[in-house]
């Protein structure tokens, strides 16, 4: 079963969180309408900015992305999503 290491943002250039799951709807489902406490309620960060999806290794990738550079996560996101674009859309 693939596991989605995701970076979800408050806007463009704005607060990122990164996580990981097994189920992104559903996980984005819960950012979205405030049930899952802390951090992304707290400062709103809502919009998929990035995805990518592991066999077995998505653990390690989420613990390496949270440790790169501000700088590091955004020249990713803009690599692949220069506008920002909510990719939400695309799977709700």
Do not use: C
């Not at 693939?2 to 996980?27: K, N, Q």
């Amino acid at each position: 079963m693939p596991a989605f290491v995701h970076i979800l943002a408050s806007h463009r250039h704005g607060t990122l969180y990164v996580g990981v799951t097994s189920d992104l709807p559903r996980r984005l489902a819960q950012h979205r309408s405030d049930a899952a406490p802390g951090f992304t309620r707290r400062y709103a960060v809502k919009r998929l900015v990035h995805v990518e999806s592991y066999d077995d290794i998505a653990r390690r990738r989420e613990h390496r992305l949270k440790r790169w550079r501000r700088d590091w996560k955004i020249a990713l996101i803009e690599e692949h999503n220069p506008s920002w674009r909510d990719l939400a859309e695309d799977l709700l």
